[in-house]
């Protein structure tokens, strides 16, 4: 393991060291969640019984979940 971080340096220096993401095909939404999310921030989360004046990323994960989605939320 120390081996592969040692390349990693000698290779790219600190840039190197950086997280890298996993290879493979991007994640990517399905477009009826793209359509639906877009109709929603046109429209006030009070209109769904929220408590809040505007869009926020923990009412939307719960509002998608309420429709039956697995949201995860990624930082």
Same mark, same amino acid.
């Given at each position: 393991m120390v081996r592969l971080w040692l390349n990693?340096?000698?290779? @790219?220096? &600190? =840039? /190197? +060291? *950086?997280? *890298?993401k996993p290879p493979g095909r991007p994640e990517q939404k399905? %477009?009826?969640i793209e359509?639906? +999310? =877009? =109709?929603? +921030?046109?429209q006030? %989360?009070? @209109?769904? /019984?929220?408590? &809040?004046t505007g869009w926020q990323i923990n &009412? +939307?994960?719960d509002w998608f979940a309420r429709q039956g989605f697995h949201v995860v939320i990624i930082r």
């Open positions: 990693r340096y000698i290779q @790219d220096g &600190v =840039e /190197g +060291l *950086r997280t *890298r399905a %477009p009826i359509t639906q +999310l =877009e =109709e929603l +921030l046109h006030s %989360p009070q @209109d769904y /019984g929220y408590q &809040v &009412v +939307l994960k």
